[in-house]
T-cell receptor
């Protein structure tokens, strides 16, 4: 069985300050982990993914995440928030590693608000 | 097409009616998933199609829900005798080769009144 916990339902930051969205997972397998972003009235967009290669993963729009097996965490960070980053973010775990994709389990989502 | 296309984008239906939701995946993508996102909830897996294999229906919440995928391409999710708790955004995703992850459609927002 696998599960994902996003520790914060809402995060609010000021433009130009760092962003930290926390995610912890559990998986019986070597997991694949993803972060997706959903802007209002838009489809989900892949930010980045971890599939047992480098533990520090760089994604689009300046986001990155670090896979820490000892902490079962995959927190999403960005050094400097932009107004356009305001959206809902989902941490996702898959029970299949490598390039084969299994069933996804989604976290509950974190709404990021960016203040001017 | 360039992305995953879902239709309709919005659907309002009366309780007890049947609805069909359509998903056009990216051409050549062999795997197709249906998820739903209820208000205040995370995404919930519904069903998974992979090539010609039997679909994984383990996420369908009741026998009122069914899905098919014709010709390995377009998929239709059917909800019979809709209930208010079926109100949600239904998302379709497809995946191809190359390790690029899933591509999601923009979803169908279903409201049962």
């Amino acid at each position: 069985a696998q599960s994902v916990t996003q520790l914060d339902s809402h995060v609010s930051v000021s433009e130009g300050t760092p962003v930290l969205l926390r995610c912890n997972y559990s998986s019986s397998y070597s997991p694949s982990l993803f972060w997706y972003v959903q802007h209002p009235n838009k489809g989900l967009q892949l930010l980045l993914k971890y599939t047992s290669a480098a533990t520090l993963v760089k994604g689009i729009n300046g986001f990155e995440a670090e896979f820490k097996k000892s902490e079962t965490s995959f927190h999403l960070t960005k050094p400097s928030a932009h107004m356009s980053d305001a959206a809902e973010y989902f941490c996702v775990v898959s029970d299949a590693g490598g390039t084969s994709y299994g069933k996804l389990t989604f976290g509950q989502g974190t709404i990021l608000t960016v203040h001017p | 097409g360039a992305g995953v296309s879902q239709s309709p984008s919005n659907k309002v239906t009366e309780k007890g009616k049947d609805v069909e939701l359509r998903c056009d995946p990216i051409s050549g993508h062999t795997a197709l998933y249906w998820y739903r996102q209820s208000l205040g909830q995370g995404l919930e897996f519904l069903i998974y199609f992979q090539g010609n294999s039997a679909p994984d229906k383990s996420g369908l919440p009741s026998d009122r829900f069914s899905a098919e995928r014709t010709g390995g391409s377009v998929s239709t999710l059917t909800i019979q005798r809709t209930q208010q708790e079926d109100s949600a955004v239904y998302l379709c995703a497809s995946i191809g080769t190359g390790g690029r992850g899933y591509t999601f459609g923009s979803g169908t927002r279903l409201t049962v009144v």
